[in-house]
């Protein structure tokens, strides 16, 4: 397995310590089938790039992402497609892919209006995560706090709507379920048909900006900024299991691969390296240097 490292330093490192040079990686994707690596440049003129990985990597294609600060993409799993989120001005993408995984065609470009209770944070549209669920593209508004909907030719559909306030960020699906991570209400939202069931991400106390959320099996796992903590909530009710020290500060990504949990800490630089005994994270004693750290991708 080789462990991928993207975030506002220099470029993308592996654990073995060697680094693409590539601008603002701050969120990266896999081919489901190709050794294809894909990299978000967030920036005011947002990038997409694509790798080649294999023996290392190698610049294969890159393209405008049609958007300011994209801050994540997804590969649909036939590998034809890739959706990216831009986070400064809302608008999404989808962009074709050829069977050498690079960028072909005109992209269909997603844009969107509207904007939430908070002046700060919600004036306008902000694309946080892109999907792809039931071959349908779902993309988390954070400016609008709605999880919005298209079909893969770029048609809306009717957007799930989260409370006022909630600030939608990371999500994931189980089935029908669907579990969403508030950034702005510090909360995890559990949707089930026209059913909410909405509790807070951290119990430590204090002020939480929730990042990345995943499930693992009956698991939902939650990283919490300020609390600097990885909460585990169970996936049936979201009633706690346990919340765990993140290892560093400002945890903004996390991922799961068997039984090993990375947390990308952002402001202390580090890649905090967990073990999972029964679903809890427990410290490993490993860690990797990372300039500004924004994901962790095991592929």
């Known amino acids: 397995m080789n462990l991928y490292i993207g975030g506002y330093g220099p470029g993308i490192v592996t654990v073995g310590g060697e680094l693409t040079r590539v601008a603002s990686p701050s969120f990266l994707a896999a081919h489901p089938t190709l050794p294809v690596l894909y990299a978000a440049g967030e ?21 405008s ?11 649909h799993p036939s590998g034809s497609l890739l959706a990216v989120a831009n986070y400064g001005d809302g608008t999404a993408g989808l962009h074709h892919l050829d069977e050498r995984g690079a960028f072909t065609g005109d992209p269909v470009v997603l ?40 079909r893969l030719d770029g048609s809306p559909l009717d957007p799930i709507t989260l409370a006022p306030g909630t600030g939608p960020r990371h999500f994931a699906f189980a089935g029908d379920r669907l579990y969403v991570a508030g950034e702005l209400d510090g909360t995890v939202t559990l949707v089930e048909g026209e059913r909410r069931t909405v509790v807070p991400a951290s119990r430590a106390g204090g002020d939480n900006a929730p990042s990345h959320l995943q499930l693992d099996g009956d698991l939902v796992y939650v990283a919490n ?8 909530l169970r996936a049936a009710d979201l009633s706690p299991v346990a919340e765990v020290p ?17 947390v990308a800490n952002q402001n202390s630089g580090e890649v905090t390296v967990f073990t999972l005994a029964d679903g809890v994270p427990e410290p490993a004693g490993q860690s990797y240097e990372v300039p500004s750290p924004s994901c962790v991708l095991p592929a």
Do not use: K, N
């Open 225 to 232: 900024r300020g609390p600097d903590t990885v909460s585990v």
């Open 111 to 150: 844009r969107h209006e509207g904007s939430g209770p908070d002046p700060d944070r919600q004036a306008g549209s902000h694309a946080h995560m892109c999907v792809f669920h039931d071959d349908v593209l779902h993309v988390s508004d954070l400016g609008t706090d709605e999880i919005r909907r298209y």
């Open 65 to 75: 992402s049609d958007g300011d600060s994209p801050c994540h993409v997804a590969v």
């Open 246 to 262: 993140s290892g560093g500060a400002w945890p903004r990504h996390f991922a799961i691969a068997g039984d090993r949990l990375y």
């Open 43 to 63: 920036l005011q003129r947002g990038w997409l790039t694509a790798f080649t990985a294999e023996g290392g990597l190698s610049p294969l294609d890159e393209r």
